[in-house]
């Protein structure tokens, strides 16, 4: 069988299982009229679902992948990464305590907490190898379920714990992860139909300037509870290791510290131990403390935290909302 036939059937296969289980035209009313006095969900999003089961009931074929709106554009400053999508509904109590993006295809990640609870919307590139043959994996799965009219799988569920994924294009999977919830898998559905393109930019305080030969930038996220308790991190990679940078309020666990002159300031080394990084870190004017972590020579610890860019105006403020 040639890799064009393969596909074929396995798209095949994957719709008629989808066939069987729909409902038919009647139940689908209902289900619709039922889901308006539970939840609040996006018009746009249930009348896309509604149509697919539909279709795949009438024997209509429905595409994995198939053309979308165009979404709104944001262009990334430097060191500040865009993140493309959002979900309109979640369940109450929840806020927004992490984003996280990066530059090409690293992913794109925000999460959202209640308690010990956690909900996660992350968008990955087709052009990463990892995520290249996802449409080919959504059509081999048996439990697959209809996400704006694209076919999508539900893995990892348990009755506490699931994972939703879908491609609203032919560049992008999201993926929608629910934990510690119950019912999880049916809140992970109610999230994902409400996701829709919505970017927002990650401006932490911090950025890279000059990083030592080799060495490239990776991601920069923000997290924290609230603006209060917020900080920034920001990763990269080289052939020498690894380096993170975090700008934070409270200082790192400096014992067995030498000083160490970072930044025209008198900082502190703590070479590595154990699974323990080796680190740099040095008190800002501002109160705040900058480490520079990594399996890396001290020199390039050094000069990693050195080339640093501050932003005196950093956006914390969406940090503990909803």
């Given at each position: 069988m040639t890799p064009s036939n393969e596909t074929e059937t396995l798209l095949r296969d994957s719709l008629e299982r989808l066939a069987e289980r729909a409902p038919d035209g009647n139940e689908v009313l209902n289900a619709l009229a039922r889901a308006r006095q539970r939840r609040r969900r996006p018009r746009l999003a249930l009348a896309a679902a509604a149509a697919a089961v539909v279709a795949v009931a009438a024997g209509v074929p429905l595409a994995v992948t198939a053309v979308t709106d165009s979404t709104a554009q944001l262009t990334p400053a430097a060191g500040q990464p865009v993140l493309t999508y959002a979900p309109d509904w979640l369940p109450g109590g929840f806020t927004e305590q992490y984003r996280s993006g990066g530059p090409g295809i690293a992913p794109q990640v925000r999460q959202w907490q209640s308690g010990a609870s956690r909900i996660e919307l992350a968008s990955h590139s087709t052009a990463d190898p990892a995520w290249a043959q996802t449409a080919l994996r959504i059509s081999a799965l048996p439990d697959q379920v209809v996400v704006h009219g694209r076919v999508g799988m539900v893995t990892s569920s348990s009755g506490t714990a699931a994972t939703l994924t879908w491609m609203p294009d032919d560049e992008h999977v999201l993926t929608a992860t629910v934990d510690g919830l119950p019912d999880a898998r049916t809140v992970a559905e109610q999230v994902a139909d409400s996701v829709a393109a919505s970017p927002v930019r990650v401006r932490g305080e911090a950025r890279f300037g000059p990083l030592p030969a080799g060495m490239r930038e990776q991601?920069?996220?923000?997290?924290?509870?609230?603006?209060?308790?917020?900080?920034?991190?920001l990763d990269a990679s080289g052939p020498t290791?690894?380096?993170?940078?975090?700008?934070?309020?409270?200082?790192?666990?400096?014992?067995?510290?030498?000083?160490?002159?970072?930044?025209?300031?008198?900082?502190?080394?703590?070479p590595a131990s154990g699974p323990a990084d080796a680190l740099?870190?040095?008190?800002?004017?501002?109160?705040?403390?900058?480490?520079?972590?990594?399996?890396v020579p001290k020199d390039q610890l050094v000069a990693v935290a050195e080339g640093i860019v501050l932003d005196s105006a950093p956006d914390y403020g969406w940090l503990g909302g909803s």
């Amino acid at each position: 069988m040639t890799p064009s036939n393969e596909t074929e059937t396995l798209l095949r296969d994957s719709l008629e299982r989808l066939a069987e289980r729909a409902p038919d035209g009647n139940e689908v009313l209902n289900a619709l009229a039922r889901a308006r006095q539970r939840r609040r969900r996006p018009r746009l999003a249930l009348a896309a679902a509604a149509a697919a089961v539909v279709a795949v009931a009438a024997g209509v074929p429905l595409a994995v992948t198939a053309v979308t709106d165009s979404t709104a554009q944001l262009t990334p400053a430097a060191g500040q990464p865009v993140l493309t999508y959002a979900p309109d509904w979640l369940p109450g109590g929840f806020t927004e305590q992490y984003r996280s993006g990066g530059p090409g295809i690293a992913p794109q990640v925000r999460q959202w907490q209640s308690g010990a609870s956690r909900i996660e919307l992350a968008s990955h590139s087709t052009a990463d190898p990892a995520w290249a043959q996802t449409a080919l994996r959504i059509s081999a799965l048996p439990d697959q379920v209809v996400v704006h009219g694209r076919v999508g799988m539900v893995t990892s569920s348990s009755g506490t714990a699931a994972t939703l994924t879908w491609m609203p294009d032919d560049e992008h999977v999201l993926t929608a992860t629910v934990d510690g919830l119950p019912d999880a898998r049916t809140v992970a559905e109610q999230v994902a139909d409400s996701v829709a393109a919505s970017p927002v930019r990650v401006r932490g305080e911090a950025r890279f300037g000059p990083l030592p030969a080799g060495m490239r930038e990776q991601a920069t996220t923000v997290r924290g509870p609230d603006s209060a308790n917020a900080e920034t991190v920001l990763d990269a990679s080289g052939p020498t290791g690894t380096v993170h940078v975090t700008v934070a309020g409270a200082p790192p666990s400096l014992g067995g510290s030498a000083p160490v002159r970072v930044r025209a300031l008198t900082g502190a080394y703590v070479p590595a131990s154990g699974p323990a990084d080796a680190l740099v870190s040095v008190k800002l004017p501002s109160g705040r403390w900058l480490t520079a972590s990594g399996r890396v020579p001290k020199d390039q610890l050094v000069a990693v935290a050195e080339g640093i860019v501050l932003d005196s105006a950093p956006d914390y403020g969406w940090l503990g909302g909803s």
